[in-house]
């Protein structure tokens, strides 16, 4: 993956592509470029979400982990990883080990939280954006579940 600068990283980011430049910078106070190799463990179910991940290549497989069975992948995530703690502070509900080599842009949550608290037109149009990801990732769920 070549050298690219946080700002490049949000700014090539399908999710991010056509943000002002100001925000994008903005974005990057609380970011940095990150590279994981396949099986890393980023976080157990039960821990603080002290950071996410806006995926720019690989995927993140989620875990729960099954008594008699070990760590069951219940999920993958392609986009962002870690959504829900822009809300507000919590834990992860899953495990999430890493699918395919990870390079990520990793943002302290906590960090941009209080930046999205401090800019109500960029928290609405991330928060939107996040919804559209949370959404495709319910129907791409739902697809796998075996329904009558």
Do not use: K
């Not at 980023?42 to 982990?65: C, K, M, N, Q, T």
């Not at 507000?88 to 999205?116: I, M, N, S, T």
């Amino acid at each position: 993956m070549p050298d690219l600068t946080t700002f490049d990283m949000l700014a090539l980011h399908p999710l991010l592509a056509d943000l002002p430049t100001a925000w994008l910078r903005r974005l990057t106070a609380h970011a940095r470029p990150v590279d994981h190799g396949r099986g890393q463990r980023l976080f157990r179910a039960g821990a603080p979400i002290e950071l996410v991940w806006l995926v720019y290549s690989g995927h993140v497989l989620l875990d729960l982990a099954v008594p008699g069975r070990g760590d069951v992948v219940v999920d993958r995530c392609e986009e962002f990883v870690g959504w829900a703690a822009l809300v507000r502070a919590r834990r992860w509900d899953f495990g999430g080990v890493v699918g395919d080599d990870l390079y990520a842009v990793e943002f302290h949550a906590a960090g941009l939280r209080d930046q999205l608290a401090d800019d109500p037109d960029l928290r609405c149009e991330l928060y939107a954006r996040l919804l559209t990801v949370a959404d495709g990732g319910l129907l791409a769920t739902r697809r796998r579940l075996p329904l009558p």
